[in-house]
């Protein structure tokens, strides 16, 4: 007998709960009528964690899809722009060690890798400014867009920074109003099972047992289904990436005016790094660190030493990391997303773009009945093994590279046994052509493409040895699109206005939709 899959019950708020349901809930509208539900079944007791800020450009075509506003986004929200992130200190953590990870890709990527034509001919500029406008942007303050332009287009690629606390608020109003989803808000005391070992139910103790025929499992480092119910290992990557505590203090700016910076700053410390992070009203600021290279009292110390006099009398908050994922992410007809699944350093704001691909795969593959589900879970499982593992190989990277030695923390991270092997071999392979389009990099959604190693290891003086006779074919396109990149990048420069007076522009006239 069939057994249809027709009702999704999402056990779990947050980012992670609303942002899935939400991709399903749109994804699956047009079948409301024939019975399928989307559930999410929330404890009105827990808070959500509520710091994770950073996001990838992703985020705007999740938000169109399922028919978010930006206008409302970012009314709500209290939202700013990312163009991308800053890193200070290290390569060398000298006061002036600084490059930039932008989100656009080089001038003509498609046609030319740029960056063996700067290697051969370095110059004076780095190989940001050499190949893209945004570091000029960011450096400049500017927004990414002006206030005339369509919502989600933008004169340069940008993702959001966000009010965590805000977000999953207007995602669930968004999501319960426009696009059917039920909420309860109930607290799980138990998991049912049927007797071949599937979940049937989720016991709650204000609303009984909710049944449903596919489970997503939001419930943050718990896991309670996947881990707890299904007894689903935990693969610790503490190995590999050191940082295992954050530390989170929330500063107001110096007055209303002040600039909000378009992109992530992450300035490298003693034993981990700071991460600051610009919102409308307030700076996100955070320290992420290897506890076993560094008191909780001394990493404090250097927050408030980074932060300064603003940082008297405002609390920090405590935040452990367990770096890793689970064994399988979907087992039976239960899948995890979110913290369930995992949850590594949040150096490159991977957290809720992993949230919007696996929601995504989960919608568009949603099986049609149980007897298909773990064909579809073979492939979401191998998908999803796939994007934690580069996730793991490019953080790692910004710490391979480091030429610091001046703690332990930074000598005990270029240990070739904590290096992933794919990631040694791939250095090596570097050392002689740089990253380019075929690099193993071979999947339709890469959550960090070659234009994003190229940006890392040219930013923190990684060299390539490079015969400048081979480029000869492609010098007139490289030299082209170079000269493209510097008009382009004065245009920007003179034409896109200051950051705050984009999003001030935006909260009271909005963006004009199309």
Not at 38 to 65: D, H, K, M, Y
Not at 136 to 147: E, H, Q, S, V, W
Not at 154 to 176: E, I, S, T
Not at 240 to 249: G, M
Request: charged fraction near 20%.
């Amino acid at each position: 007998m069939v057994r249809p899959i027709k009702n999704i019950v999402i056990v779990g708020g947050g980012t992670a709960g609303w942002l899935t349901a939400g991709v399903i809930a749109a994804k699956h509208k047009a079948r409301a009528g024939t019975g399928f539900t989307v559930t999410l079944v929330e404890s009105p007791n827990t808070p959500i964690i509520g710091v994770g800020e950073g996001t990838w450009p992703t985020l705007r075509t999740t938000l169109a899809t399922i028919g978010v506003s930006e206008t409302d986004f970012f009314r709500e929200c209290d939202a700013a722009f990312k163009q991308g992130a800053k890193f200070a200190r290290w390569t060398t953590g000298a006061a002036d060690d600084a490059y930039y990870h932008p989100l656009m890709l080089p001038q003509g990527f498609s046609q030319v890798n740029l960056a063996a034509h700067w290697l051969a001919n370095p110059g004076e500029q780095s190989f940001c400014d050499a190949v893209t406008p945004q570091g000029r942007i960011c450096d400049a303050g500017l927004g990414p867009k002006t206030i005339t332009a369509a919502p989600y287009q933008g004169a340069a690629n940008y993702a959001y920074h966000l009010d965590a606390g805000k977000f999953a608020p207007f995602l669930q109003r968004h999501c319960c109003g426009k696009l059917g989803v039920r909420h309860i808000l109930a607290d799980v005391r138990g998991v049912a099972m049927t007797d071949d070992g599937d979940i049937r139910g989720v016991v709650t103790e204000q609303a009984g047992e909710i049944q449903g025929d596919l489970f997503i499992d939001c419930t943050g480092f718990r896991a309670l289904l996947l881990g707890e119910a299904l007894g689903v290992p935990f693969k610790d990557c503490g190995d590999v990436l050191f940082c295992d505590t954050a530390l989170a203090i929330q500063v107001p700016h110096e007055h209303e005016n002040a600039p909000i910076a378009s992109h992530t700053i992450s300035t490298a410390q003693s034993a981990g790094w700071i991460w600051d992070i610009g919102l409308p009203t307030r700076r996100g600021t955070g320290h992420v660190y290897s506890s076993r290279h560094i008191s909780d009292e001394d990493a404090e110390r250097e927050l408030r030493a980074y932060i300064g006099p603003a940082a008297r009398d405002l609390p920090a908050r405590k935040i452990p990391i367990r770096s890793g994922h689970r064994e399988t992410f979907w087992k039976r007809n239960c899948v995890a997303v979110g913290l369930a699944a995992g949850f590594l350093e949040p150096l490159e704001a991977s957290a809720i773009v992993l949230i919007e691909l696996s929601a995504k795969i989960i919608a568009s593959q949603m099986p049609a009945c149980r007897e298909v589900m773990d064909v579809v879970a073979a492939r979401f499982n191998a998908t999803t093994h796939y994007r934690w593992g580069r996730i793991i190989d490019f953080l790692k990277l910004h710490y391979v590279l480091s030429k610091r030695s001046d703690t332990a923390f930074w000598r005990d991270n270029r240990d070739p046994a904590t290096v992933p092997e794919r990631l040694a071999d791939l250095l090596r392979l570097w050392r002689h052509q740089p990253p380019w389009l075929h690099d193993e990099f071979d999947r339709v959604e890469e959550v960090f493409p070659t234009a994003s190693y190229q940006y890392v290891l040219y930013g923190m003086g990684f060299r390539t040895e490079i015969e400048p006779e081979a480029l000869a074919d492609e010098r007139v396109l490289a030299e082209r699109a170079m000269r493209e990149n510097a008009v382009q990048t004065e245009r920007l420069s003179a034409s896109l206005p200051r950051h705050r007076d984009l999003i001030r522009k935006i909260v009271e006239h909005g963006l004009q939709p199309v």
